[in-house]
Nanobody
Framework: QVQLVESGGGLVQAGGSLSLSCTAS????????MGWFRQAPGKEREFVAA????????SYADSVKDRFTISLDNAKNTAYLQMNSLKPEDTAVYYC????????????????????WGQGTQVTVSS
């Protein structure tokens, strides 16, 4: 099992920035990649960004490309999501997730590729 704890959410004005963190514990040696998803009220959970545990490969949704950056601190078992130029449509609960195998290489943006999920952290962007 891998346990995930997100932090860093909050309220920010449009155009502002926030940084989210996701710290993993437990069987972290089994992790292949980490990802961030988000879910707005009344909408499906959607892919935001992901990174292999080696840091060699990243993947982004078109809606956040050039605004969001995902990164890792392997020593701390922590992934970060730096969010800049935030828009009201970025408002959602943000979840981090862990994938354990190379399904990620083909399906990095697919929810079912991920095996463990955090509880989520709320991000609200005011206009």
């Amino acid at each position: 099992q891998v346990q995930l704890v997100e932090s860093g959410g909050g309220l920010v004005q449009a155009g502002g920035s926030l940084s989210l963190s996701c710290t993993a514990s437990g069987r972290t040696f089994s992790m292949y990649a980490m990802g961030w998803f988000r879910q707005a009220p009344g909408k499906e959970r959607e892919f935001v960004a992901a990174i292999t545990w080696s840091g060699a490969r990243t993947s982004y949704a078109d809606s956040v490309k050039d605004r969001f950056t995902i990164s890792l601190d392997n020593a701390k078992n922590t992934a970060y999501l730096q969010m800049n130029s935030l828009k009201p449509e970025d408002t959602a609960v943000y979840y981090c997730a862990v994938n354990r195998d190379r399904r990620w290489d083909r399906y990095s943006a697919t929810r079912t590729t991920y095996d463990y999920w955090g509880q989520g952290t709320q991000v609200t962007v005011s206009s």
